[in-house]
């Protein structure tokens, strides 16, 4: 492995942590989303460069966000327009050394409102939270949104460019605007999470920084809309996810699916903070919704002593549920899964076969993965194999690809 290549994965490593911060950093001082997105970029490329002959720095996440805050005061100089603002910021930041780094509180935040503006489209919100918060290359969030990459860029491109038309200011909204822009942030929140719980791509099955970030959100959310019950239901679905990452992977990185998780290995402490958000969400008196059902789902696993004991015909009843509130080939998909556990794989994969039919989430691993396992239970052990291998082609995280190749070649 080369120095420029070691280089490149310190960089994206700490890029996966700090990006969000940095970018929230910038967004704040130069009020443009757009403009603190590419100064951080910059940096970056200003970090693969120096850093081989340098070397890292020891807080490489003060140092990025150094190098694009005085590029961001450069392009202000050049453009001749340094006014009282800026030369107090270039001041502070020439007072600072480059090794001051303070956690920034709420920021974050205020960038995931910024980038879920309702002056975007959903698909552009989605794509740009996913850029600048999660730090996901547009590779990653095509293969997550199932898009081609261009479609990411562009949804990328002119989502900055419709934000600094409109001179949306970086904040959190007004109270009244809370409700028309909180679904637009959960799902973008959860989104993030799902990344982190289950990379879409790479050597890795889990990112961490990502989900612990979302859940970071999330509680917060919760803080400041404490009459939000789809916002408790979030937290404890995520709670409840979280909980069983210890469990999820071996040694070498390799997933351990649920049925082969070691129980005692959950964390008990964060199951029970996912159980006090839900009792919330259900205090509020409002019925459950999306993330509420799905939290009532993870609580039946979360709570069972083993696959055996786990309820699964109140699972197919709250899958039911939400299937009707939030129609979804994935709903229906994960319904058929626990079809099988609670009355075996036949029923299941007729409801696979009625997804398959309707053409369902075409080009993804999902399906065949789901179906391989169906077929291997009824014995049809040819078509198995060959829509596991199907299911491995089309997975682009390298831990996930190793786990069904192998499921193929038991059979």
């Not at 190098?67 to 100089?77: C, F, L, S, T, V």
């Not at 996913?130 to 562009?154: S, Y």
């Not at 999330?218 to 937290?235: F, I, K, T, Y």
């Not at 190749?405 to 038991?410: I, L």
């Amino acid at each position: 492995m080369t120095a420029a290549t070691d280089i490149r994965r310190t960089v994206d490593a700490v890029w996966r942590i700090e990006g969000a911060r940095i970018v929230a950093t910038l967004a704040k001082m130069t009020g443009d989303v757009g403009l603190a997105e590419d100064l951080a970029q910059e940096a970056v490329l200003d970090a693969l460069k120096q850093w081989p002959e340098s070397g890292v720095p020891q807080n490489a996440g003060a140092w990025l966000t150094a190098i694009a805050k005085r590029k961001a005061i450069d392009g202000w100089r050049r453009r001749e327009r340094l006014d009282e603002r800026y030369r107090a910021i270039a001041h502070d930041l020439d007072q600072a050394g480059e090794d001051e780094w303070q956690p920034i509180d709420d920021d974050v935040l205020r960038l995931v409102f910024t980038a879920c503006h309702p002056v975007l489209s959903r698909e552009a919100q989605v794509a740009l939270t996913l850029r600048v918060v999660a730090g996901l290359t547009t590779e990653e969030i095509a293969r997550l949104l199932l898009v081609p990459v261009a479609t990411v860029q562009q949804r990328i491109v002119r989502a900055k460019k419709t934000l600094s038309t409109a001179k949306v200011p970086f904040e959190a909204p007004e109270p009244a605007e809370w409700p028309a822009r909180l679904s637009a942030v959960l799902g973008v929140v959860y989104l993030l999470f799902t990344e982190g719980y289950a990379a879409t791509s790479g050597d890795r099955w889990i990112r961490t920084e990502l989900a612990s970030e979302a859940l970071r959100l999330g509680r917060v959310l919760a803080g400041l809309l404490p009459r939000e019950p789809e916002v408790h239901g979030l937290v404890a679905l995520m709670e409840f996810q979280a909980s069983r990452f210890a469990a999820r992977t071996a040694r070498d990185g390799s997933p351990i699916l649920l049925a082969d998780q070691d129980r005692s290995r959950w964390d008990r402490a964060q199951i029970g903070r996912g159980l006090a958000a839900l009792q919330k969400a259900d205090a509020v008196g409002r019925g459950r919704g999306s993330y509420s059902l799905q939290a009532a789902i993870a609580e039946c696993h979360a709570t069972a002593a083993s696959v055996d004991d786990t309820d699964w015909e109140q699972i197919v009843l709250l899958y039911e549920a939400l299937g009707r509130i939030a129609p979804s080939p994935v709903i229906d998909l994960n319904r058929a899964v626990a079809v099988s556990m609670a009355t075996g794989p036949a029923n299941a994969l007729r409801i696979v076969d009625s997804l398959v039919a309707e053409g369902a989430l075409r080009g993804s691993y999902l399906l065949p993965s789901v179906r391989g396992e169906l077929l291997a239970q009824l014995g049809r052990v040819d078509e198995a194999r060959s829509e596991l291998l199907t299911a491995a082609r089309r997975t682009a995280n390298e831990k996930e690809r190793a786990v069904l190749e192998a499921k193929a070649r038991s059979l």
